[in-house]
């Protein structure tokens, strides 16, 4: 059994730890707050600036800065840095929510405001909160992890019901294959879930979705008395 010197110890570790994850938050917060909501993109750093998604992420990238939205990434290389090029190129808002990492992410030169976290979850809700539109780009582990954390919170009512895109249909179809043929059948998600999201293969839809819901003021957040009940309704499907 320990002695209480060794639980005041671990108490004490404890306490830290919090602090730390608090401060990572406070400071992700304070960046939101200082630019409307705008466009997540999520996607792989290893993909080079040659290959055919990083083209499309910097020509989503800059037509979203042509519609007046900020994009936002992970401000690392691959599909982030082409989607930070397309709209820092056009003169627009170009976030990157960088993360420290044991291979050091540096973050891209595309940048007009950058943030740099030590936790991933803190990272996740503000690139969750950043947003009105959430784009999912060929990824991997990472990727997935970004992805399962947005539908799961839609999926939950933990946040709004904001349109998600897979971009990439080729890539991602298996995956949403799977979830038809494999998880639907089993009662593991519902057919509602699987309307959560959609694949696409056209940035113009994608775009098309963020001027639908608008540009809303800086300092407003679609988190802010956020209910179940009082979500944006998901995207219709084809």
Same mark, same amino acid.
């Given at each position: 059994? !320990?002695?209480?010197? *060794?639980?005041?110890? /671990? ?11 608090? +401060?990572?938050?406070? #400071?992700?917060?304070?960046?939101? +707050? ?16 040659? @290959? ?5 992420? +910097? ?13 936002? =990434? ?13 709209? !820092? ?9 960088? *993360? $420290? ?12 405001? =950058? /943030?740099?976290?030590?936790? !991933? ?21 990472? $990727?997935?992890? #970004? ?5 799961? /919170? ?10 998600? !895109? ?7 179809? %298996? ?18 879930? $699987? ?9 113009? #839809?994608?775009?098309?979705?963020? @001027? ?22 998901? /995207? %219709?499907?084809?």
């Amino acid at each position: 059994m !320990f002695d209480a010197e *060794i639980l005041k110890q /671990l108490e004490a570790a404890d306490v830290e730890r919090a602090k730390a994850y608090a +401060r990572d938050l406070e #400071e992700g917060l304070k960046i939101v +707050r200082t630019y409307p909501q705008g466009v997540t993109i999520f996607g792989s750093a290893r993909l080079s600036q040659d @290959n055919k998604y990083c083209k499309k992420a +910097r020509e989503l990238g800059q037509l979203l800065a042509q519609n007046g939205h900020a994009v936002i =990434t992970g401000g690392g290389p691959g599909i982030m840095e082409a989607a930070n090029q397309g709209a !820092f190129e056009y003169g627009g808002r170009s976030i990157g929510l960088n *993360i $420290t990492l044991r291979h050091e992410q540096e973050p891209n030169p595309y940048l007009t405001d =950058t /943030l740099q976290f030590k936790y !991933f979850f803190a990272r996740k809700v503000m690139l969750a909160m950043s947003a009105k539109v959430y784009v999912l780009f060929p990824g991997g582990l990472g $990727t997935l992890d #970004e992805l399962s954390e947005i539908v799961i /919170l839609m999926q939950e009512g933990k946040m709004p019901k904001m349109p998600v !895109f897979f971009f990439g249909k080729s890539f991602w179809r %298996p995956l949403t294959k799977f979830f038809e043929n494999k998880m639907l059948p089993m009662g593991l998600i519902s057919k509602h879930d $699987t309307k959560i999201y959609k694949l696409t293969d056209d940035i113009k #839809e994608i775009v098309d979705a963020a @001027n639908k819901i608008g540009h809303p003021p800086i300092k407003t957040n679609y988190y802010d008395g956020f209910s179940a009940q009082s979500g944006i309704p998901a /995207l %219709p499907q084809d």
